[in-house]
């Protein structure tokens, strides 16, 4: 065994400030108004070159984005009045059409029938 002298620091000790729980000078703070005074030309640069994208993207893809749209013509048959009936409901009227149609209408693009027809293996095989 050598006889080697170690030397022993003393423990540092803490400032008063640290024992006490208090942490001076690593809190760092950030003043607002000096990040805008310092940046400014930047962020007013980034608001101009935003504006200017966000105008030229709106007329790019006003042109060339595509946008779908459908046309149907169906004919609207006289139907019974009820189960009972022999004859035909009276559809003479430009009213009672027009209820009809509406009425056809709204049936047929209801979710519950476009998610049914959706599912179709016909319609997804679909070629345009």
Known sequence: MSSASI???????????????RLTGFTPSIDPLRVLRRHWLWIALSAVFGAVLGTASFFVFGKVYQLYSAQVMFEVMPGLANSKDMGNVDTTTDELIFRIAQTETYMLTSRVVLEAAVKKPEI???EW
């Open 124 to 126: 997804k095989q679909t």
């Open 7 to 21: 030397d022993r620091q003393s423990p540092r000790t803490l400032p008063d400030a640290s024992r006490s729980g």
